[in-house]
Structures are given as structure tokens and as C-alpha cells.
């Protein structure tokens, strides 16, 4: 399995970007898909997950009611829609797959993509 994610970019406070995240699986569907996020000198930490089914999903509390994660499944993609960008948003941004149960926990994932920065400027 492999995870290729893109979209980030220098932005703004207050714009918005969209990451997504193609996942080279079959049956992509029964893989939940998270996307969690590393800032400089922290812990790599949960912002969204999204199950098998695309009404099951889970955000962080900094990043709840900001972004919204979808996913395609025709497309083998998930997206990471992040809306009112903070500069506390910094990042290099993950998407991590796994067969089965969507979890919050990083330690649950075993397939990870390389990451993509997303840089918000005050």
C-alpha cells in the first residue's frame, strides 16, 4: 500500500487549502484513512479521520468545525478540505491508511505517506 499526499502550500491566516491524499489500495474501501500533522519541535499529532463509510468521521479539537475530510472512492483518494487557516495550523501534513476501524491513535496505522508542508503566515 502506498500513500501519496499533496496540496500544501504557503498561505495566508484565514485561507484555505485542500490536501488529498491517493491511495494505491484494492479494495480501497475498506481502508479508514487518517491525516495527522508534525510541527517543528512536536509530537506528530491527530487532525481528522475518515472510516470505510464516508459518515464516519473524527476531528481534533484544534482543527474541528474548520476542516472537513471526504473521501472518493472511485478516485482511491481522501481529501483534507481546512478552512480559516491559523498560523498554529503550520505543518508537515500525513495521511496514514489502515484495513478496518478508523482510530484517532497513531500507532494503529502502518501504511504512511511522505507528507506534504502547509505553511500559515500570520
Known amino acids: 500500500v502506498q500513500l501519496q499526499a499533496s496540496g500544501g502550500g504557503l498561505v495566508q491566516t484565514g485561507d484555505s487549502l485542500r490536501l488529498s491524499c491517493r491511495v494505491s489500495?484494492?479494495?480501497?474501501?475498506?481502508?479508514?484513512v487518517g491525516w495527522f500533522r508534525q510541527a517543528p519541535g512536536k509530537e506528530r499529532e491527530f487532525v481528522s479521520v475518515?472510516?470505510?463509510?464516508?459518515?464516519?468521521?473524527s476531528y481534533g479539537d484544534s482543527v474541528q468545525g474548520r476542516f472537513t475530510i471526504s473521501r472518493d472512492n472511485a478516485k482511491n483518494t481522501v481529501y483534507l478540505q481546512m478552512n480559516s487557516l491559523k498560523p498554529e495550523d503550520t505543518a508537515v501534513y500525513y495521511c496514514?491508511?489502515?484495513?478496518?476501524?478508523?482510530?484517532?491513535?497513531?500507532?494503529?496505522?502502518?501504511?504512511w505517506g511522505q507528507g506534504t508542508q502547509v505553511t500559515v503566515s500570520s
Open positions: 496514514a491508511a489502515r484495513q478496518g476501524t478508523a482510530f484517532s491513535y497513531i500507532r494503529y496505522y502502518n501504511h
Open positions: 489500495a484494492h479494495p480501497f474501501s475498506r481502508y479508514a
Open positions: 475518515i472510516g470505510r463509510s464516508s459518515e464516519e468521521t
